[in-house]
């Protein structure tokens, strides 16, 4: 009995599994457009752990001596220290020109455009403001070395009026003499031993010179180059004011120097702060700016032409 059933029990397990048969057609089928699955991005074959550092050199490109441009200044950082030089101030003065034609037309610019003459004694006041350190407003920065002094003018017993161009070489207490441009506020003891003397370094350029930065600060060289650069241009024919590249030049000949050393300086040591701060402030005082602090470049054109 049990072998005649068995087939039949077969028989009827292969009819009910094909009626349970499930259609997988409609799956395969599907509209792609309803896949939302995204393939995952290609994974990146670079180690930055392991990556070489950049073997580019720092620029050693020389300070840009292109033409001063005349066009209105586009907005600086506020922490950039360069000036934002009026564009109308520089208007009428050709920058193609070279030698003692851009020095002429430097002068006659400076000359016109002064509101006032500014006086010797009067400069004691000017100068408490002129040379304030812009970090610590409650000091001058004493002019070669640095040094805090007092915003108080006690008839030079703690600091003097330093004539970076000096007294007996033409420039007195008047005109050149009084120009706040030129004088700066330098400790006693520091102004008693520059002298006279044409700027130099000793060692190379003989007895007769000083070295501006032979307190500590080399950045002074550069600040005293252009301030003898504006004085040379300014006073040029009202007061016969020369540069020499002989540190033994006597008084009389009304020269200041060493030219060639100072071309250098202004080329090496680039506009300190303390420039910037009070070329903007003697130029809103008495509408005169120092174009060398503007446009460093102006003085090889001028002397190196």
Same mark, same amino acid.
């Given at each position: ?83 934002? #030089?009026?564009? $109308? ?14 020095? &002429?037309?430097?002068?006659?610019? +400076?000359?016109?455009? $002064? ?26 920065? @004493?002019?070669?070395? !640095?040094?805090?002094?007092?915003? #108080? ?10 004539? #970076?161009?000096?007294?007996? !070489?033409?420039? @007195?207490?008047?005109?050149? @003499? ?14 008693? &031993? !520059?002298?006279?003397?044409?700027? &130099?370094?000793?060692?190379?350029? &003989? ?18 180059? !252009? ?23 006597? $008084? ?6 060493? +030219? ?27 509408? #005169? ?17």
């Amino acid at each position: 009995m049990k072998k005649r059933l068995a087939p039949l029990i077969c028989f009827l397990a292969a009819l009910f599994l094909a009626s349970c048969d499930v259609d997988t057609s409609s799956i395969s089928n599907t509209d792609s457009s309803t896949d939302t699955t995204t393939s995952a991005p290609a994974p990146t074959t670079s180690d930055p752990t392991t990556s070489e550092p950049s073997t580019s050199s720092p620029s050693t490109s020389e300070p840009s001596t292109s033409e001063p441009s005349t066009s209105e200044p586009a907005s600086s950082d506020s922490s950039d220290d360069t000036p934002i #030089v009026p564009s $109308a101030y520089y208007s009428k003065v050709d920058f193609s020109q070279t030698g003692n034609t851009l020095r &002429g037309n430097l002068a006659t610019l +400076l000359n016109n455009a $002064a509101n006032s003459v500014p006086n010797y004694s009067k400069l004691n006041t000017t100068l408490l403001k002129s040379d304030l350190n812009p970090k610590d407003p409650k000091h001058l920065v @004493g002019f070669y070395d !640095r040094a805090p002094l007092n915003p #108080v003018w006690d008839s030079g017993a703690t600091w003097n009026k330093e004539h #970076v161009w000096p007294n007996s !070489r033409g420039v @007195g207490k008047s005109g050149p @003499g009084a120009d706040p441009h030129m004088l700066r506020p330098t400790s006693v003891k520091v102004n008693s &031993g !520059r002298g006279n003397n044409f700027y &130099g370094i000793p060692s190379k350029d &003989g007895a007769n010179t000083y070295d501006p930065g032979s307190e500590g600060y080399p950045e002074y060289r550069g600040m005293a180059a !252009r301030i003898i650069f504006y004085t040379a241009t300014r006073y040029w024919k009202l007061n016969g004011l020369e540069l020499s590249d002989n540190p033994s030049d006597s $008084a009389s000949k009304k020269t200041m120097g060493k +030219l060639s050393r100072l071309l250098e300086w202004n080329a090496t040591y680039p506009v300190d702060p303390t420039e910037t701060y009070r070329n903007e402030f003697l130029y809103k005082q008495y509408n #005169v700016r120092n174009p060398f602090i503007d446009y460093p470049s102006l003085a090889s054109k001028i002397w190196s032409a």
